[in-house]
């Protein structure tokens, strides 16, 4: 087995916060050169850069691009000149019943958390194939396998990624490249953790509450799944171990998807 990434590019798309920056650390700890991003271009998003490879002897960089915006998802990758690994993570969402759903927030949601996806790849797989060596993973949710009211573009978005990905899957079946989804259930991100205290005053209830009868309804562990386990399982992607592991999905759910 080998988690060694050194030598290896990574892109992660939407990683200057959560997850995304949880899986650019855990890529940077095994080895790999790292590509960070979001659509600001801000001093602490370069800093952040900096940080990281300083922390762990590797270059890391950070390109603003907007992942709404196709020409931005194939620049991001293009300009690189190397993809090895190419996370597509970055994601938003929107919540309101179909009939009353805004239309731009649909376009954005669709935009960001599916198409950016098919660009990215597109730009990628051309690169690895010169290369000789690819990993695709992108961050789905069990909202790409399960679905809530009122989460009609995130769901359908998600559910697209999901099928990108076995189509991307196939593409490549008889290369060295693989490309598998991560459905990751509720996640302790920095968003989350700040949604606690507000949540706590609108059900009057302790924090341990919350999260486990309110936040984790649909988690049956009731513990939040972390960032970390959400890069680990990503690195495990990009393994030997995982070289015949693809067009498939793995959950990180706490038992989400098996109810
Ligand atoms: P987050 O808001 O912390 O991270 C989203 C990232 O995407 C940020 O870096 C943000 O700057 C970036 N982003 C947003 N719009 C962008 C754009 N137009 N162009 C480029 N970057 C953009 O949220 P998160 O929870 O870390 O979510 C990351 C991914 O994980 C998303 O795809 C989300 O759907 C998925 N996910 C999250 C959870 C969870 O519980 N947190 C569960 C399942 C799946």
């Known amino acids: 087995m080998t988690y060694e990434l050194r030598g290896k590019t990574a892109i992660v798309t939407g990683s200057n916060s959560g997850i995304g920056l949880g899986v650019a650390r855990a890529l940077a700890g095994a080895g790999a050169d790292v590509v960070l991003n979001s659509f600001t271009d801000r001093a602490e998003d370069h800093a952040l ?12 960089t950070y390109v603003a691009a907007d ?19 190419l996370v597509n993570n970055a994601g938003i969402q929107h ?18 958390n599916m198409s950016s996806a098919f660009h990215t790849t597109a730009a990628a797989l051309p690169l690895m194939r010169k290369a000789g060596w690819g990993r695709v993973v992108n961050i789905a949710s069990a909202h790409g396998l399960t679905a809530s009211p009122y989460k009609s573009a995130y769901v359908a978005a998600k559910h697209g990624v999901v099928g990108l990905s076995k189509v991307t899957a196939l593409e490549t079946a008889q290369e060295p490249i693989t490309c598998n989804a991560i459905c990751p259930g509720y996640v302790l991100t920095p968003l989350v953790e700040a949604q606690i205290p507000d949540t706590m ?26 960032v970390e386990q959400i890069g680990g399982t990503t690195v495990f992607l990009c393994s030997a171990n995982a070289d015949q592991i693809t ?6 759910d706490g038992g989400w998807t098996a109810l």
């Open 201 to 226: 005053k609108k059900y009057d209830m302790g924090r341990e509450e919350v999260i486990k009868q309110v936040m984790l309804d649909r988690q049956p562990s009731k513990e939040f799944a972390t």
């Open 95 to 112: 919540v309101a019943p179909i009939d009353e759903f805004p239309v731009d927030q649909w376009d954005r949601i669709i935009a960001i």
């Open 49 to 60: 850069a900096a940080d990281m490879a300083r922390a762990f002897g590797v270059k890391v």
């Open 247 to 252: 067009g498939t999905t793995i959950s990180v």
């Open 67 to 85: 992942m709404s915006r196709p020409e931005d998802c194939r620049r991001l990758v293009t300009d690189n000149g190397a993809c090895d690994i």
